[in-house]
């Protein structure tokens, strides 16, 4: 049973980065796009990005400028940065996986625990 | 703005029914996947692509797909299955993820 366990900084101050990690256990790490979402309080699911563990990734319109989504293979690890954050940015982040292939393609199948963050002064 | 539409709030009689939609252009292209969301809990797949329900979710969660709408079916809905439902799917483009807005589910 593929299982992921995610880390990093709750508390952040304005402009600071935001940086999470997430690991993945049990399972094969290839063939999957790995993924991060997240939901302010109160509201609804936003994607964030995704990396495949060739390094491909693809990010959300409105966060692009500022996130990096990135992949350790020898760790079976993939992490998010997220630089000059506001208040907008405090959320719930979670990391998931996407299956890659057919009929099945984009399906967010897994999801980790969930990382509380908060940005404030 | 979410490029998937759905309801915002169901009710449904325990041990009843319910069909929770979802409607997007991406949905002619992509099947979708649904979370399942309780409070205080995280997210859970309880359906995704064409015919998949994974290992531990009940049989009576289902769900279908028919031009640009997707449907989450639970057959006999429990008291433990209100929740919030999000649906997903790749975008048009297929190099996006988008989300519905989310379906809040009462069970009577």
């Known amino acids: 049973q593929v299982q992921l366990q995610q880390w990093g900084a709750g508390l952040l101050k304005p402009s600071e980065t935001l940086s999470l990690t997430c690991a993945v256990y049990?399972?094969?790490?290839?063939?999957?796009?790995w993924t991060w979402i997240r939901q302010p309080p109160g509201k609804g699911l936003e994607w964030v990005g995704e990396?495949?563990?060739?390094?491909?990734?693809n990010y959300n319109p409105s966060l692009k400028s500022r996130v990096t989504v990135s992949v350790d293979t020898s760790k079976n690890q993939f992490s998010l940065r997220l630089t000059s954050v506001t208040a907008a940015d405090t959320a719930v982040y979670y990391c998931?996986?996407?299956?890659?292939?057919?009929?099945?393609?984009?399906?967010?199948?897994?999801w980790g625990q969930g990382t509380a963050v908060t940005v404030s002064s | 703005s979410s490029e998937l539409t759905q309801d915002p709030a169901v009710s449904v009689a325990l041990g009843q029914t319910v069909r929770i939609k979802c409607q997007g252009d991406?949905?002619?292209?992509?099947?979708a996947s649904w979370i399942q969301e309780k409070p205080g809990q995280a997210p859970v797949c309880v359906f995704y692509?064409?015919?998949n329900r994974p290992s531990g979710i009940p049989v009576r969660f289902s769900g279908s797909s028919s031009g640009n709408t997707a449907s989450l079916t639970i057959t006999g809905a429990q008291a433990e299955d209100e929740a919030d439902y999000y649906c997903?799917?790749?975008?048009?483009?297929?190099?996006?993820?988008?989300f519905g807005g989310g379906t809040r589910l009462t069970v009577l």
């Open positions: 998931a996986r996407a299956r890659m292939g057919g009929y099945d393609y984009g399906s967010l199948d897994v």
């Open positions: 049990g399972g094969s790490f290839s063939g999957f796009y």
């Open positions: 990396v495949n563990p060739g390094g491909s990734t």
């Open positions: 991406s949905l002619r292209s992509y099947y």
């Open positions: 692509g064409k015919n």
């Open positions: 997903s799917s790749r975008d048009s483009s297929g190099t996006l993820v988008v």
